[in-house]
Nanobody, 110 residues
Framework: QVQLVESGGGLVQTGGSLRLSCAAS???????IGWYRQAPGKQREMVAQPKFDGMKNYADSVKGRFTISRDNAKNTVYLQMNSLKPEDTAVYYC?????WGKGTLVTVSS
């Protein structure tokens, strides 16, 4: 079974940028891996999700700031996060449910 491992989280100031990576242990060519997040005391929510037609869904709160992309040759999915806000603080997961990574923590300081 393919395993997913996130990396790239950390502490960043408001307005800063981070790029998260999701490395898969096998081919992702036929997988629609998305990004999710869970903030303290809140439910997990979808952040960015690709679709089979090539379009991408983004949460309203991140539209225009976050971009999901992939490199099939590297079996890796990325989440570029720009103009970060304190409310983006959360554990970020990559997933193709029911397959989930363990998450990477992003903390945005005000």
């Amino acid at each position: 079974q393919v395993q997913l491992v996130e990396s790239g989280g950390g502490l960043v100031q408001t307005g800063g940028s981070l790029r998260l990576s999701c490395a898969a242990s096998g081919s992702i060519r036929d997988m629609l891996i998305g990004w999710y997040r869970q903030a303290p005391g809140k439910q997990r929510e979808m952040v960015a999700q690709p679709k089979f037609d090539g379009m991408k869904n983004y949460a309203d709160s991140v539209k225009g700031r976050f971009t999901i992309s992939r490199d099939n040759a590297k079996n890796t999915v990325y989440l570029q996060m720009n103009s970060l806000k304190p409310e983006d603080t959360a554990v970020y997961y990559c997933a193709v449910p029911p397959l989930w990574g363990k998450g990477t923590l992003v903390t945005v300081s005000s």
